[in-house]
């Protein structure tokens, strides 16, 4: 796995990781670059520009020359830096006396911090990080730990908490400055529904900067692919990224990972079909990629490589790790494209609808309310309700609802309301211990203030929703990278983002259509049965198949750190277990929960079982590199 770090602060000779050379120093300021492989790292992922004064290191993927990247170095750096240029990165500048960090708006590529030797070091690694103040083990953030198993994926939650104590992570779509002794200044420097310079918005605006992502990865590519799964998003980037190659004569080696998918005459169905479709179009060399039982999710957990944080395809492992290396054998793939983050972009929530109510478009709300109600086979008021939930409580009121639900276990039915309309789940799991209610509770009244402009509600959910989206696709990608491929997410790339949300918010999707704008946007080159499509495949019954499959290990999975940590009550955790195995839903068996807790169980047992990232002190002093 390759990443970076650096130092800014008053040690003359601080540490350094093992193995890691250095690129760039002014001063006591320093970076390095690391290959945990054992390989130097590629030229292609990070850029260096240097001048009389500062350091300039982009790091991640960007279409942008080295003429414009020494002219950003050689005046002040724009704060737009981050979605100036097409592609997915970071930018950090350095000087002898300050260090500046520029996140991109989904943190697709995660920068950390920790305090340490008498000034500050930074990473794209949170893990690499936590190595400094290990004393043999990770010291882990046991309140991070309990919000991740109360409400999964929140970031509001979480804010800067990473898991691992001391590491903190740099917030998207902000600008960090440090001084050498680790003092910090940090300001936002953009906010959703603004216009942030001349990028196009709408389908229009959409169709461009997704075309200009997907050709910053393929530029300097050999043999570059994509996943085809028959949904607009996957399809978008193949037949995107095909025209894209076709002035070169190359292809986009699409790959569909399917499970046999037929009627009754026999002939493909679903989404199967839908790949078939667009497989057959000019420029695609399509590869199909079956299934079979050993593919079940959460197979495979006891060989996960490791992360800087619970991966999302984790639980699909066995999937995930089948395909990676049949794109190695068959066309050794060296930029794999995927459509995660698409369904965060491009459709909305409830927000929406409070959003209308904030503007007095009372019956526009009460129409869409109605549709949305039937789409969820409930009631109109139910759907009212959530929305106007979000617009009777804060965020802050939210988290203080669920710190005190947490706290006690229970709860009034105002803190349920204030709880659940800004939380993904707030009910505490019946297999937390009261320690767990009691850490979380902690990590709830701790948590910072986040920006939310009532009226613009839907704005700020995707922008959160995206950031959780693109910092943990970055432990896919750690994840493919074991097996050689290089991932790339081009949905969450910050132009791509602030074009979907440039548009008003009246001309954002409602929460009941399916992607129009990605529709419109590419009618042209999309097959028409697709076009037309109004819904998503679901996999739930993939996880409750893994689940009875794999139920013997998954209660063994059971008993190991959480409950040494005193996080999980291994009994009740062990018949949520069987209750999902049977099929049960409900209060028993809330699936993010228990996937959260399988999830973290699998990572801890995986860095237990993985040396930590060691840091030696520096011979020669921070600036010499030889």
């Given amino acids: 796995m390759f990443w970076m770090a650096g130092y800014i602060g008053d040690h003359s ?46 790091i991640g993927t960007a279409s942008v020359s080295d003429a414009e990247l020494a002219a950003a170095a050689a005046s002040s750096v724009p704060d737009d830096v981050t979605w100036r240029w097409p592609g997915a990165y970071a930018v950090v500048e350095q000087t002898e006396s300050h260090l500046s960090i520029w996140s991109d708006l989904a943190t ?88 942030h310079g001349s990028e196009p918005s709408g389908p229009a605006g959409l169709r461009a900067e997704l075309t200009a992502a997907i050709r910053s990865r393929i530029a300097n590519t050999i043999a570059p692919s994509a996943d085809l799964s028959g949904g607009l998003d996957s399809t978008a980037l193949t037949l995107l990224a095909a025209r894209a190659l076709a002035p070169s004569g190359r292809r986009i080696s699409a790959y569909t990972v399917h499970e046999p998918s037929t009627n009754a005459t026999g002939a493909p169905t679903g989404d199967l079909a839908h790949a078939l479709r667009a497989g057959q179009r000019p420029g695609v060399e399509h590869h199909l990629l079956a299934l079979d039982g050993a593919h079940l999710p959460y197979c495979r957990l006891d060989g996960l490589p490791v992360t800087d944080e619970p991966a999302p395809s984790a639980r699909a492992y066995a999937r995930f790790a089948f395909q990676l290396d049949a794109m190695r054998e068959r066309t050794a793939t060296d930029c794999h494209m995927t459509g995660d983050g698409g369904d965060t972009v491009l459709m909305t929530s409830v927000a929406w609808i409070a959003d209308a109510i904030a503007h007095r478009r009372f019956a526009v709300a009460a129409a869409e309310a109605r549709r949305l109600a039937r789409l969820r086979r409930t009631a109109p008021a139910e759907v009212l309700r959530a929305a106007t939930d979000l617009l009777r409580h804060t965020p802050e009121q939210g988290l203080a609802a669920a710190a005190a639900w947490w706290h006690s276990g229970l709860a009034t039915k105002t803190q349920r309301a204030a709880a659940n309309a800004w939380l993904t789940v ?96 590419l009618e042209d080159i999309y097959p028409p049965e697709l076009a037309v499509r ?82 030696e002190w520096q011979v020669s002093p921070a600036g010499a590199i030889s």
């Fill in 13 to 58: 000779r601080p540490r350094s990781p093992l193995g890691a050379r250095p690129v760039a120093a002014r001063g006591t300021s320093i970076a390095w670059a690391m290959d945990e492989h054992g390989s130097h790292a590629p030229a292609a992922r990070y850029r260096l520009v240097r001048d009389g004064v500062h350091d300039l290191i982009l």
């Fill in 108 to 195: 697709a590529v995660p920068i950390y911090t920790c305090l340490a030797d008498e000034g500050l070091y930074w990473s794209t690694s949170a893990r690499g990080l936590a190595g400094l103040a290990c004393n043999g083990e990770h010291r882990l953030d046991i309140e991070r730990l309990s919000g991740e198993l109360h409400a999964p994926g929140t970031p509001r939650l979480f804010g800067e908490r990473t898991y691992f104590d001391g590491v903190r992570l740099v917030l998207p779509g902000h600008r960090y400055m440090f001084g050498r002794s680790g003092t910090a200044w940090r300001s936002r420097m953009w906010v959703p529904g603004e216009r």
């Fill in 426 to 521: 707030a009910a505490p799991p019946p297999w937390a211990t009261a320690q767990a209610g009691l850490r979380a509770a902690a990590l709830a009244d701790a948590a910072p203030p986040l920006p939310h402009a009532r009226g613009a509600l839907t704005a700020h959910a995707i922008v959160h929703d995206a950031a959780e989206v693109g910092r943990t696709a970055d432990s896919d990608a750690q994840l493919a990278a074991h097996h050689g491929v290089p991932l790339h997410n081009p949905f969450v790339d910050s132009r791509v983002l602030a074009a979907v949300l440039s548009a008003p918010v009246a001309a954002m999707p409602r929460p009941s259509e399916y992607k129009p704008q990605i529709r419109e946007a």
């Fill in 534 to 615: 109004t819904t998503k495949g679901s996999f739930a019954s993939d996880y409750f198949a893994g689940l009875r499959t794999n139920l013997s290990s998954l209660l063994d999975l059971a008993d190991g750190r959480l409950s040494d940590l005193g996080l999980v009550r291994v009994d009740a955790l062990r018949a949520s277990l069987r209750a999902g195995a049977a099929g049960a839903t409900g209060a028993a068996v809330c699936l993010p929960q228990l996937d959260a807790a399988l999830g973290l169980e699998s990572w801890l047992r995986t860095l237990d079982r993985t040396e930590i990232v060691r840091w």
